[in-house]
């Protein structure tokens, strides 16, 4: 596990997390997949299948948009929230694929912070099937979290809870890493 002040990269089960909020890299109709998304839905029950149903659509199966994110309760697992946010599919990186990332996190922040959230978990989001290359995915997600909690006092904790220790990049971007 490496740390800064308010900032931490560990290895482990984001559904194990005891903080406020998770984050599931979940996919833009919200309703359960592959990877962590599936782990998530698993592990909060079912109960968390019909909340993300119950969410809006803003257009036909789309509940939440790439680089936006959306709340629901946690039910099941030891966190009080999950934040569903949707990254990129890694094309070329060139089609803006890092400004939509850097939204995911920063508007995963914003939500946590409206609902008052002081702890959150992250999981390497886009880095799976949508394919982001992770020195770049984790180089985003850690320089838009410095510069959310430089100018903000919510959250106070950020964890990045790597999958495995093959997201080392996530390490590597800690400052003085």
């Given at each position: 596990m490496e740390t800064t002040d308010r900032l931490t990269v560990c290895v482990g089960d984001i559904t194990a997390m005891e903080v406020d909020a998770i984050v599931n890299a979940a996919n833009e109709w919200m309703l359960g997949g592959g990877?962590?998304?599936g782990a998530i839905h698993r592990a909060a029950g079912s109960d968390l299948y019909d909340a993300c149903l119950a969410v809006a659509e803003v257009r036909p199966g789309v509940r939440c948009p790439t680089g936006?994110?959306?709340?629901?309760?946690?039910?099941?697992?030891?966190?009080?929230?999950?934040?569903?946010?949707?990254g990129?599919?890694?094309?070329?990186?060139?089609?803006?694929?890092?400004?939509?990332?850097?939204?995911?996190?920063?508007?995963?922040?914003?939500?946590?912070?409206?609902?008052?959230?002081?702890?959150?978990?992250?999981?390497?989001?886009?880095?799976?099937?949508y394919g982001y290359p992770k020195p770049e995915a984790a180089a985003i997600a850690i320089e838009i979290t410095q510069q959310w909690l430089e100018q903000n006092d919510t959250p106070q904790r950020v964890i990045f809870c790597c999958f495995s220790d093959e997201d080392a990049a996530y390490y590597d971007a800690l400052p003085g890493a």
């Open positions: 990877g962590v998304d936006e994110a959306r709340i629901t309760p946690g039910f099941d697992l030891p966190a009080q929230h999950v934040i569903h946010t949707v990129p599919v890694y094309t070329s990186g060139n089609a803006g694929e890092a400004d939509l990332l850097a939204a995911a996190y920063r508007n995963s922040l914003a939500l946590a912070a409206e609902h008052g959230c002081r702890s959150i978990a992250f999981p390497c989001i886009s880095t799976g099937v």
